[in-house]
C-alpha cells in the first residue's frame, strides 16, 4: 500500500509541475482540469459527426486545423491533449489513438529506473492520412500528404508524402 501512495504522490506531482499549479487549490484545481477534459473527451469520442468531436477535442486543448474529419472513437491524449496538433485537411479513422505521453505509472520501479515520464508533443502536418487502428506515440511528426496504412505503429518522424504500413512504420512507398 506504501508503493502505491508514493506513485500516485510521484504521479500527481509531475502533473503538477506541468500545470504550474502549487498546494492544496492546486490540486483540487487539477482534479477540475481532469474531469472537465474527460467529460469533453466522452462526448468527442463518442459521437458520429465529425464536427461535433472537433468542437470538444478543440475544448480540450487539442489544435485541429480547418477541414479535418475525425471518424467516432479516435484517443487523443487524456492528460497532455494541448501538446496535440493537427493541422488542415487532415482525416483520421475510427480506433486510432494519438499520445503525448508515455508513464509507467503503477510501477515504481520502472519509474526511477530508465522509464521515467515521457512528455512530447505529437504533429501532424497538413493533408495526412490516417487510417483506422493506427497507433502514433509521442514525438512523432506526420509529414504533409502521408498516408498512415491500417494498424501502423508510428514512434517518430514519418517524411512528407509517403505510405507507411506496419509496427513500427516503415516508409513502404513515395508518393
Request: glycine residues 8%.
Amino acid at each position: 500500500m506504501k508503493n502505491e501512495e508514493n506513485i500516485f504522490k510521484i504521479n500527481e506531482n509531475e502533473l503538477m509541475k506541468h500545470h504550474n499549479l502549487t498546494g492544496v487549490f492546486g490540486k483540487f484545481r487539477l482534479r477540475l482540469i481532469f474531469l472537465r477534459s474527460w467529460l469533453h473527451h466522452i462526448i468527442a469520442y463518442s459521437t458520429p459527426h465529425p464536427g461535433i468531436s472537433i468542437f470538444f477535442q478543440r475544448l480540450r486543448g487539442v489544435k485541429i486545423g480547418k477541414s479535418c474529419h475525425i471518424s467516432p472513437y479516435v484517443l487523443f491524449d487524456l492528460i497532455y491533449p494541448e501538446l496535440i496538433t493537427i493541422e488542415d485537411k487532415v482525416g483520421i479513422g475510427s480506433n486510432t489513438m494519438i499520445f503525448a505521453h508515455i508513464n509507467p505509472t503503477a510501477n515504481l520501479f520502472l519509474k526511477n529506473n530508465n522509464y521515467p515520464r515521457k512528455v512530447q508533443s505529437v504533429t501532424i502536418k497538413s493533408g495526412a492520412w490516417i487510417n483506422p487502428g493506427c497507433i502514433i506515440c509521442p514525438g512523432s511528426v506526420i509529414g504533409k500528404n502521408s498516408i498512415l496504412s491500417v494498424g501502423t505503429v508510428v514512434s517518430g518522424e514519418i517524411p512528407d508524402n509517403c505510405v507507411v504500413a506496419g509496427n513500427p512504420g516503415r516508409v513502404i512507398k513515395k508518393i
